[in-house]
């Protein structure tokens, strides 16, 4: 348990915060100081065909120890953080039998982790839980996921009387930002399917997803001077803040769960010549999801039908494009590949939590590049922000989640 411990800290103290603004792959260099350390990791630890490309996708293998034939299976984490909160100088807490209270974060700041209000805590009593300090996001989403495998790859070389099969693992930047699939090489990669460990909570297990797409409203405006403006301005922001207003208000995230789809306003600047509004557009049901499309479309549509005669063109231009798609078309077809997950939490005494992802991960994409990929649990709770925490019980069976795929899938194939 220690040993895991250190090897996650080792992990979130290195600052990997990925950026949207970036067209670079990885989005920021110092993606490359985790990314290098990983490499020299996996070949200490006994891994083969370590590889890192130019872009900083790192994979390894793990050598079948079994005569017959089996299905190569890999997994798969990501080593950037959200650009939502700092990931700079993080400072883990480790809060050991946790008592099933408050818990200080920072004293100076009066910030608190509480069961009162993030009541899954109460879940972890008794456990070793590691937190923030308050200031910063920890990074278990997903260096927790990183720490399993290499973990996982770890002990299977420390036991090879655990019977597995060819085990490719890889490791991406950028998911955070949407890009983690981009370039990553699946027919390089030669798994036939492949699991990420990139969940929340312990016993998760996710081969549904939302489909997501974007929106981008660029609002124009005229200037003029405000003792002066009357029938010649017009005010950018106020449009854009009338568009906004025009959205279904109970289809947002905090106001839906489940397979409930929502528009999510995320961004929004402006002055008075020119707004820019950015929004994600989620829905688990693909034609829900078009039609979520079509409407921001409409929307737009209307607006330029009112106001651009008296502008004398386009007051709003509308750009909508697709992020990902739900996976579960791609996984269905293969079920087993979730069965045996499945079959590998209840034979460790965990209860598996089938449930549609409220989001995406790498592995949406990777399946409709030709490697069904559900997800499982990571450890981790409130991502993000300077609340999120991990129980390092968590970290340690989903280690030994992928000790026993590895098992079940070989003795599956014999």
Known sequence: MQHIIDRFISYVTVDTESDSSSNSCPSTEKQWDLANKLVEELKQIGLEDVT????????????????????????????????????????????????????????????????????????YKGQTIITTDGTTLLGADDKAGITEIVSAMEY????????????????????????????????????????????????????????????????????VHPGYAKGKMVNSILLANKFISKLPKDEVPQKTTGYEGFFHVHHVTGTIEESVVELIIRDHNLKKYEKRKKDIAKLAEKFNKKHSKKFGGPIVNCEIGDQYFNMREKVEPVMHIVD???????????????????????????????????????????????YEYVPVESIVKATEVIVKIAELTAAKNK
Not at 81 to 105: H, M, R, W
Not at 368 to 385: E, K, Q, R, T
Request: proline share 5%; hydrophobic share 35%.
């Open 52 to 123: 890192i490309d130019e872009h900083a996708y790192i994979m390894a293998t793990l050598p079948s120890n079994v005569e017959h034939e089996v299905p190569t299976i890999g997994f798969i984490s990501h080593f950037d953080t959200s650009p939502d909160f700092s990931g700079a100088n993080v400072k883990p807490q480790i809060v050991e039998n946790y008592d099933g209270g408050d818990i200080v974060l920072n004293k100076e700041l009066n910030i608190v982790l509480s069961p009162s209000y993030f009541k899954d805590l109460l879940q």
């Open 340 to 386: 045996i997950a499945e079959e590998a939490m209840k034979e460790l005494g965990i209860k598996p939590l089938i449930k549609a992802i409220r989001g995406g991960t790498d592995g949406s994409q990777l399946s409709y590049m030709g490697l069904p990929c559900p997800n499982i649990f990571a450890g981790g709770h409130n991502f993000h922000g300077k």
């Open 156 to 223: 299977l070389i420390q036991h090879p009387e655990i019977k597995h099969g060819k085990i490719r693992i890889g490791f991406t930047p950028d998911e955070e930002i949407g890009r983690g699939a981009h370039l990553f090489d699946v027919k390089k990669f030669g798994a036939e399917w492949a699991y990420t460990m990139d969940g929340s909570q312990i016993g998760e297990l996710e081969y549904e997803n939302f489909n997501a797409g974007y929106a981008k409203l660029t609002f124009n405006g005229k200037s």
